[in-house]
């Protein structure tokens, strides 16, 4: 089954304890991105990845650090939890093909105390 | 800084009517445009693209884009229960077509 899989689903974690979330796309796409989405704010894209070895900010990459080593993973870390990190997190992935088409995981629920 | 906004709603309509959803856009020199559906829970997923002006349809979904106006919308037509959800407006800015900016999204209410 073509997916996007996130782990973990749900987090908590307190200020400053580094954690990091796995996205892994089984579709063998070149683009992924990660969002986060808050109340009232919609999707934010923090960072994107055009192929292994390029990355890109978004509008929020503040706090976050990625890295694509191998074409199916793209994971976020947090080096240093903020409360304002929590919020809700997409990964997805579009291939070049059908480069707009973005498919999303099924998202991480992360609370920072 | 591109801005994308939308209504947040609750926009109800009754079962079989047409709801229109309304996004407009600051950067003038965006090249495409998206409308995501997303159930409350869920993730995203794409219901519509388009990319030049005028109307796009898909099954009972229209979507409509006027440059000039900097302004795209989407139509349901014969709006079933199953269409409740919150809807995104999502915008491509840049030249490599991977900075998406997103809307906060219109939440639709069918009636039965």
């Known amino acids: 089954e073509a997916q996007v899989t996130q782990n973990p689903r749900y987090l908590i974690t307190v200020t400053g304890k580094k954690l990091t979330v796995t996205c892994s796309q089984n579709m063998n796409h070149e683009y992924m991105s990660w969002y986060r989405q808050d109340p009232g704010l919609g999707l934010r894209q923090i960072y994107y990845s055009m192929n292994v070895e390029v990355t890109d900010k978004g509008d929020v990459p503040e706090g976050y650090k990625v890295s694509r080593k191998e074409k199916r993973n793209f994971p976020l870390i947090l080096e240093s939890p903020s409360p304002n990190q929590t919020s809700l997190y997409f990964c997805a992935s579009s291939g070049s093909g059908s480069w707009n088409e973005q498919f999303f995981g099924p998202g991480t629920r992360l609370t920072v105390l | 800084q591109k801005e994308v906004e939308q209504n947040s709603g609750p926009l109800s309509v009754p079962e079989g009517a047409i709801a229109s959803l309304n996004c407009t856009y600051s950067?003038?020199?965006?090249?495409?445009f998206f409308w995501y559906r997303q159930y409350s829970g869920k993730s995203p997923e794409l219901i519509m693209s388009i990319y030049s002006n005028g109307d796009k349809e898909d099954g009972r979904f229209t979507a409509q884009l006027n440059k000039a106006s900097q302004y795209v919308s989407l139509l349901i037509r014969d709006s079933q229960p199953s269409d409740s959800a919150t809807y995104l407006c999502a915008v491509i800015g840049d030249n490599y077509g991977q900075n998406f900016v997103f809307g906060p999204g219109t939440r639709l209410s069918v009636l039965p």
């Open positions: 950067d003038r020199g965006s090249q495409s």
